[in-house]
């Protein structure tokens, strides 16, 4: 909603000009008055201690469309990944169970791509049906495929509410299906939940890197639709006495597509994937690993461990370690369940990409490193000793001692 | 080639620190820069005009000051800056700064356009798809690398290119006119040169309004908008810090201990 400055409450203080990022306000005869770059972020209303910045409802409502009641049902995208349905589809369906529960209507899955078992497998893990189409077109993952049969059931069924994976499939073909039904998009949300009051669903994400959580509506237009960060919902309860049923459908004229898969090269690292978004445990390495060959040691940490391997943009620069593991603003942010940063200062936006996971480990031989800020354990000293007294204790702890 | 490469003024994230008390921005003394990611798109589009001759125009839409922007394109040597701005488009969301975008290109016309991944203060990610769908072409996202781009003289041509993926890297080739966005690991942006400072002066930024590039008032900006921010808070800070006592050896066990306990191991 718009914002507006009440006249005669303003004490043209200026507080909400030092905290606007828009530079969108200004001082007019002492008074602030909200100007038209305003983005609506909402940063001057917290600042304002009078309280004189309000929203107001005003002649800008929204021409809704014609009957949003007409929309039922929370749909799930399940992405599959060479034939395999993704973890971040079982966690959709944790999530979208609850809020078709809360708005006592089904929960649908849509797959294209992956085998009947597969699908039946949706069933299992909470859905009551399954959009299901086994063409060969969806085997590579390309955009307009699945964005033009995905859009195309949406128009037909009308689903009031669509979820996929924030992962690089969810969040480059979902804002297609957006743009083509003229509906909003949440990207990358990590909480969800129904307004009581309206039905309207509040998509949580943060946003500046972080820094801020923005809670976003689409009041106006359906279906409702947000790309979810994997690891933070909890996925569905396995039950194989569950019944759903599986609707086949056909790919039809959605198999066009002007942007071929080529060819497809899945980068794995010995036993160890690098899809680190999906990652329980990972170990980071930055500029104080000093090299390539202090990456080893954090391999034969993660092979221990189960995990993966992250790192710096300083040891992606330095080119220890190729992009796929940046973590950070300009690369993957990721929340596991461990996050251990070896030699890693923590500047901010190495931070925003990690600070959620669940228990932080900073090694790092400087006690006034930020990363200290952010850990849930950490130890100062040098990671030369103290990695190698690490893995030794887990290898003996591994073998039974 | 025709290039388009849409840019974005942003504030530099790095700098805009957050006062826990009042839980709100300080943007006090927060530079404006261009969008990271479309620093990178910029010098894709120079080395595809290089290589295969054409024009760049850098297109952003954003109030009166984001031509400081498009002048900073210039100096790198993009050839021209289209302004895309006025009242109506204040409050937009990234369905309408699409619907916008994709209407200022239709109005140039371009073979190619491109797209930095994501803009650092929303993240969304999500407004070079749009735009594609806006002017049903074909995208390709998170492009690492270009191998190769042709186009004739009818304008037939094809991209081909590596588009990084969660578990790897896919090669794509794209008809064109098509979209990219692009990664960081791309390419290396160049410096402003000096005829590019120059000519950063002088060129005339060109201005379009919503009614001309042919949208009413009711589809750009807050109204052409369908998501609406509710509100605005900071994140519960991380409780639970604990410290480990001891020589690094039994810091080392309390640490393997605790994950133990916490079910990390
Ligand atoms: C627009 C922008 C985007 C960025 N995006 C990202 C991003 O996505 N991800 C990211 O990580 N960064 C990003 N950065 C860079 C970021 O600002 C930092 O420069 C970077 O994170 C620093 O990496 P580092 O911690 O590995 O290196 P440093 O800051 O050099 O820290 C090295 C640390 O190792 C410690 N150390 C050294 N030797 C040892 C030892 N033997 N034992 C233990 N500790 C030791 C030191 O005490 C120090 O704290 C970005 C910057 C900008 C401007
Ligand atoms: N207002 C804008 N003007 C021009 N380009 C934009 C604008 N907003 C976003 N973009 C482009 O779209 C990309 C993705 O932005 P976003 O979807 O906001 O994360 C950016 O890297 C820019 O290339």
Not at chain 1, 330 to 351: D, E, M
Not at chain 2, 9 to 14: I, L
Not at chain 2, 155 to 177: C, T
């Amino acid at each position: 909603m718009p914002l507006k400055v009440e006249k005669n409450v303003c004490s043209g203080c200026g507080a909400c000009i030092t905290v606007c990022p828009y530079d969108a306000i200004k001082m007019e005869g002492g008074k602030a008055e909200i100007g038209e770059y305003c983005q609506l972020c909402q940063a001057c209303l917290t600042a304002c201690a009078e309280g004189a910045i309000k929203e107001y409802k005003g002649d800008l409502e929204k021409p809704g469309q014609a009957d949003l009641s007409a929309y039922k049902g929370v749909w799930v995208f399940a992405e599959q990944r060479g034939g395999k349905v993704a973890p971040v589809a079982f966690e959709l369906l944790g999530e979208g169970g609850k809020l078709a529960g809360q708005r006592g209507v089904e929960l649908c899955a849509v797959l294209f791509g992956a085998t009947r078992q597969e699908a039946r497998e949706l069933v299992r893990r909470g859905a009551d049906k399954v959009y299901f189409c086994d063409d060969e077109i969806f085997t590579n993952f390309e955009d307009e495929p699945n964005a033009g049969l995905l859009a195309s059931l949406i128009n037909e069924h009308r689903p009031e509410i669509v979820l996929a994976g924030a992962t690089a499939i969810g969040r480059s073909f979902l804002p297609r299906v957006a743009a083509r039904l003229k509906t909003g998009l949440t990207a990358d949300c990590t909480g969800l939940e129904i307004e009581p009051e309206t039905g309207n669903l509040i998509q949580t994400r943060p946003a500046y890197g972080g820094n801020i959580m923005a809670s976003i509506l689409s009041p106006g237009t359906r279906p409702q639709m947000a790309t979810v960060r994997p690891k933070v919902m909890k996925p569905g309860r396995c039950d194989d006495s569950r019944q759903g049923e599986i609707i086949e459908v056909k790919a039809g004229e959605f198999r066009r597509s002007r942007a071929k898969v080529l060819a497809s090269i899945r980068e794995e690292e010995g036993a160890m994937k690098v899809n680190l978004q999906e990652a329980d445990v990972i170990i980071s390495g930055g500029r104080g690993l000093k090299g390539k060959e202090g990456f080893q040691m954090l391999r034969e940490l993660a092979v221990l461990l189960g995990g993966t391997v992250g790192a710096s943009r300083a040891a992606v620069d330095e080119g220890w370690i190729p992009y796929c593991h940046q973590v950070g603003q300009t690369g993957k942010t990721v929340a596991p369940k461990l996050y251990i940063a070896c030699g890693i200062s923590g500047a901010v936006q190495h931070l925003v990409g990690m600070q959620s996971s669940d228990i932080i480990v900073a090694i790092n031989k400087n006690p006034e490193a930020p990363i200290f800020n952010v850990a849930t354990y950490g130890i100062v000293g040098d990671l030369n000793e103290i990695l190698p007294l690490l893995i030794r204790k887990l290898k003996e702890r591994k073998n039974g001692r | 080639m025709r290039i388009a490469v849409c840019i974005k003024q942003v504030p530099d994230t790095a700098e805009v620190k957050i006062n826990r008390e009042t839980g709100t921005l300080v943007r006090e003394g927060v530079p404006s820069i261009i969008n990271p990611y479309d620093m990178h798109a910029i010098e894709a589009a120079l080395g595809l005009r290089d290589a295969l001759g054409g024009k760049v125009t850098a297109i952003t839409m954003g109030p009166p000051q984001a031509e400081a922007a498009l002048r900073e394109a210039i100096s790198m040597g993009v050839d021209d800056g289209l302004l895309v701005t006025g009242r109506e488009f204040a409050g937009a969301d990234t369905l309408a700064t699409s619907r916008a975008l994709s209407g200022a290109i239709r109005a140039i016309g371009a073979d190619l356009i491109v797209c930095g991944k994501q803009a650092i203060d929303g993240d969304t990610a999500q407004v070079g798809p749009e735009v594609a769908e806006f002017l049903d072409i074909p995208h390709v996202s998170y492009v690492r690398k270009i191998i190769e781009a042709e186009i004739d003289h009818e304008a037939r041509g094809s991209i081909k290119v590596e588009r990084l993926m969660d578990e790897g890297v896919d090669v794509v080739q794209a008809e064109l006119p098509a979209l990219i966005t692009v990664v960081r690991e791309l390419n290396t942006p160049r410096l402003p040169s000096l005829r590019g400072k120059i000519n950063a002066k002088k060129t005339e930024i060109k201005k379009l309004s919503a009614a001309e590039i042919g949208l009413t008032p009711e589809v750009v900006g807050f109204n052409g908008s369908p998501t609406q921010v509710k509100k605005i808070f900071t994140p519960a800070p991380r409780c639970g810090r604990r410290v480990l006592e001891g020589g690094l050896e039994e810091q080392v066990e309390a640490l393997v201990k605790e994950l133990m306990e916490k079910k990390c191991l």
